[in-house]
């Protein structure tokens, strides 16, 4: 499949309505195996893929829908929206989308669902879903005044937290930590309720990490006092915003706190056009909020990027990008020292790429984020795509191995066994994330096929 970029004069918004009226062309098997939310439900999916547990089955240029027999007397009800794409299915699920979806998809790409008109049953729900996008809340009046003087008057709340967290930091540190074990949990806990209050959730963020590591482990006081020391650092950095360079100005407000609109993104975003390498995905569900970090790389620039989406439980994250496949389009790069986080202004369709990825070595790897480490010291995550790896058992777990001998320990929660049997015949290429307690994969590519971890 060729991927194109947004023709020469067309606006973005044109060429956003064409990529919307292309969008009811069947998908690729691909592209219907990379909306899986896990391993389990890719298989499940494929075994939900039988013509014969369907009835009803129907696509119109905006949906694709069918009734799949169940355990219970009544079959179970799926639609898919694929424009955006949504999901509906009565089934119990709680994943999204459910394997009735995703077997629905897949007999849809094989040309096994033929056009027919909107049921009943149908129709409703899109129409819906139509209205809801098309109708737009009513802006409030701007004041730049009001907006200006509530910035300045949260800047110096943070500024005054920070100064208070310092000084509690040095005499804290100062007395040791020889009775931390008893009540540093409480302390800790505390002192970030008071960064609430000054309205900087970073640093109260950071402190609730610390308190996360009192008395776990042997070597807790090494990681508390390195925790610790990135909070310092932060609240450092917070008095000195004005004198900082912008880039670096950008990250350590990201890290307090202070949110960054996707208007002003991409108003005044860095734009990079490339073919995006939707390298991996990861879900994560925190504070009644379900989120997902998709990672790509642009297939000319080499530049990584980090889209973020969010939902409440019970409601569906974006799918629209699954992890193996390319996205022509433009993003625009949040600021910061390393831009990572983006969001797209214009993309096509979502597309096979014509070979699969050729990733580094992992002393490059190690190298990248070092670099960035050097700019962003708070960096949490780093994404890497390698070629050539194998699983290797060590003392304390596994880790990943390259053809030149390097090696990077899995996180102690990574399951090795899939990657096990992936690399049994020869050694693959394998996206993940790369952190301080070790390596999460994303995505494995295997004899020509993606295959998501």
Do not use: N
């Not at 129409?127 to 109708?135: F, N, Q, V």
């Not at 407000?253 to 995905?281: H, Y």
Request: hydrophobic share 40%; glycine share 10%.
């Amino acid at each position: 499949m060729l991927l194109r970029s947004a023709p020469m004069g067309m606006e973005p918004e044109e060429w956003q309505g064409k990529v919307g009226d292309e969008a009811a062309a069947r998908w690729s098997p691909e592209r219907v195996a990379g909306l899986a939310p896990d391993a389990a439900s890719a298989k499940a999916g494929r075994t939900q893929a039988a013509p014969a547990r369907w009835s009803g089955t129907g696509a119109s240029a905006r949906a694709v829908w069918g009734a799949c027999q169940g355990s219970g007397k009544r079959p179970y009800q799926t639609v898919v929206d694929t424009a955006g794409p949504a999901f509906r299915c009565t089934c119990p699920s709680r994943k999204f989308p459910c394997k009735h979806a995703l077997g629905l998809l897949l007999l849809w790409s094989g040309g096994q669902v033929p056009q027919a008109e909107e049921p009943g049953w149908v129709h409703p729900w899109l129409d819906e879903r139509t209205a809801r996008a098309e109708k737009k809340p009513a802006e409030a009046p701007k004041d730049p005044e009001a907006a200006a003087k509530r910035a300045r008057e949260r800047l110096a709340r943070v500024t005054a937290g920070a100064a208070e967290l310092r000084g509690w930091l040095t005499d804290r540190v100062s007395a040791g930590f020889a009775t931390f074990e008893r009540g540093g949990t409480d302390e800790l806990h505390a002192v970030a309720a008071r960064m609430v209050d000054a309205q900087a959730p970073g640093l109260a963020g950071g402190l609730r990490r610390a308190a996360g590591l009192v008395g776990r482990g042997r070597d807790w006081p090494d990681r508390l006092l390195a925790e610790l020391s990135l909070v310092y650092v932060l609240a450092e950095a917070a008095s000195r915003l004005e004198s900082l360079p912008p880039g670096l100005a950008g990250t350590v407000r990201t890290r307090l706190g202070f949110p960054v609109g996707s208007a002003q993104v991409l108003e005044s975003g860095e734009r990079v056009l490339d073919q995006w390498l939707v390298i991996g995905a990861v879900d994560e569900e925190q504070d009644a909020l379900r989120s997902r970090r998709t990672w790509l790389r642009g297939r000319r620039s080499g530049r990584d990027a980090l889209v973020l989406s969010f939902a409440p439980p019970g409601r569906p994250l974006d799918s629209s990008l699954p992890p193996g496949l390319v996205v022509a389009g433009e993003l625009a790069y949040h600021p910061g020292a390393v831009p990572l986080r983006a969001v797209f202004t214009h993309r096509e369709e979502p597309g096979v790429p014509e070979e699969p990825p050729s990733g580094g070595t992992l002393a490059g790897a190690l190298a990248a984020h070092a670099e960035a480490l050097a700019a962003d010291p708070w960096l949490e995550r780093w994404p890497v795509l390698v070629s050539g790896l194998v699983p290797a058992r060590y003392a304390e777990g596994w880790a990943l191995s390259d053809v030149d001998g390097s090696a990077l320990p899995l996180l102690p929660s990574a399951d090795p066994w899939p990657l096990l049997a992936l690399a049994a015949e020869h050694p693959v290429t394998v996206s993940a994330e790369w952190t301080a307690s070790g390596l999460r994969p994303l995505t494995c590519w295997h004899r020509g096929g993606v295959v998501r971890l």
